[in-house]
Every structure is written in C-alpha cells, then in structure tokens.
T-cell receptor, first 114, second 111 residues
Framework: NAGVTQTPKFQVLKTGQSMTLQCAQD?????MSWYRQDPGMGLRLIHY???????DQGEVPNGYNVSRSTTEDFPLRLLSAAPSQTSVYFC?????????????FGQGTRLTVV | GNSVTQMEGPVTLSEEAFLTINCTYT??????LFWYVQYPGEGLQLLLK?????DKGSNKGFEATYRKETTSFHLEKGSVQVSDSAVYFC??????????FGQGTILTVHP
C-alpha cells in the first residue's frame, strides 16, 4: 500500500530558483491538497483539486502553482523560491464518498530556501 | 469561515499521567472532526475521528467526543506512554476534502 507518495523528502534551494514538489496517490481519490506546516501555525492550505483538470486556491496560494492532469498526480511548483517559503510541505488526498472523510498524507517535503 | 483553536502548548507529562488537549472550533454546517498525530520526522496519521454530534472517536487509548453544544472536541488519554510523544493536531473537514487545522500541540512524555 503506497498511499500518498511525496518526493523529494528534503530540498535546499537558493532564492530565485524554481522546483516542483511531486505528489502521487494510488487510492483513486478525487480530492487532493497541498499544505504547508510552519511552527505555531498548524497546517495551512495552499491549493487543492477536486479532480483532473480542476484546481483552486487555498489560504496561502501566493508563490505556488499547481496543475492536475491525472487523478493520481498533483505537483506543486515554486516558480521563484523565496526564504518565506522555507517550510514543510504535505500533500493529502481523500475520496468524495459520504464515508470518505479521512485524508491521507504523504511523508512531507522539508524545503529550505537560502 | 472555519477555524480551530487548540490549547497552547507544549505539554510535558510523566508516564502514566492523564492527558487532555483542548480543541474548540467554529464552523458552518456539520463538519467531521479529527485528531491527527505526527511522530518525529513523519507525516500526519489519523488518530481518531467523529462525524456527527455526540459521536465518540477512539483509538490506541485516546478518546474525543464531538460536542456540538460547546463546539469542542477535546482529546483525552487516561495513561500516557513515552511512545505517545508527538505533535497532535485537531482538524475539521470542509468542502472538497479541505481540512482546517489547529496550531498543533507538542506532547512530551518522560519516563
């Protein structure tokens, strides 16, 4: 059972560099989301998707882009990294059935922007 | 909008002590409520959940009851172990699988 797989686990970027955080799930879930975790602030929603081809902004979307070309994959792109984007990033997925209220999380990506 | 407030942390306890972590929420409609746990260096795992008022979620000795009248979902455990040391997050469900999280509470249990 792979569940939700995120890569890489760790990354160091220089200010202005770009990168893509990968997220894949094998549970055929319609809903996928990206969160960032910062000390004392819990997890905050960056972007989310309700299915292939459909994405929307969350609470803190600035500086991030997403796309969803398949049900399985939901990459997060940083076009020009800034030190304020130093954080731990989590991808999550969940189903849309009445009983599918649980979200499954990846192991996280720890990103440092210097 | 939705919001979740957890008690200020961190919490430090001795093994076998009683644990309570308070969680209150503000939401429209009838959300599901969750406690997630994050062990050091790992992602979030669902600890327990409750989907409607007066439901009690339980797992691994932890319990929480969905109290609509007080808009609360406090986490309790009668006797904590060193292995329970982790960060605990209270969360509520919104539309399209979105979750609103509390700030997180760091629990450290000493032998």
């Amino acid at each position: 059972n792979a569940g939700v797989t995120q890569t890489p686990k760790f990354q160091v970027l220089k200010t202005g560099q770009s990168m893509t955080l990968q997220c894949a799930q094998d549970m055929n879930h319609e809903y996928m989301s990206w969160y960032r975790q910062d000390p004392g602030m819990g997890l905050r929603l960056i972007h989310y998707s309700v299915g292939a081809g459909i994405t929307d902004q969350g609470e803190v979307p600035n500086g991030y882009n997403v796309s969803r070309s398949t049900t399985e994959d939901f990459p997060l792109r940083l076009l020009s990294a800034a030190p304020s984007q130093t954080s731990v990033y989590f991808c999550a997925s969940s189903g849309m059935g009445a009983g599918d209220t649980e979200a499954f999380f990846g192991q996280g990506t720890r990103l440092t922007v210097v | 909008g939705n919001s979740v407030t957890q008690m200020e942390g961190p919490v430090t306890l001795s093994e076998e002590a009683f644990l309570t972590i308070n969680c209150t929420y503000t939401a429209t409609g009838y959300p599901s409520l969750f406690w997630y746990v994050q062990y050091p260096g790992e992602g979030l795992q669902l600890l327990l959940k409750a989907t409607k008022a007066d439901d009690k979620g339980s797992n691994k000795g932890f319990e929480a009851t969905y109290r609509k009248e007080t808009t609360s979902f406090h986490l309790e455990k009668g006797s904590v172990q060193v292995s329970d040391s982790a960060v605990y997050f209270c969360a509520l469900s919104g539309s399209y699988g979105k979750l609103t999280f509390g700030q997180g509470t760091i629990l450290t249990v000493h032998p």
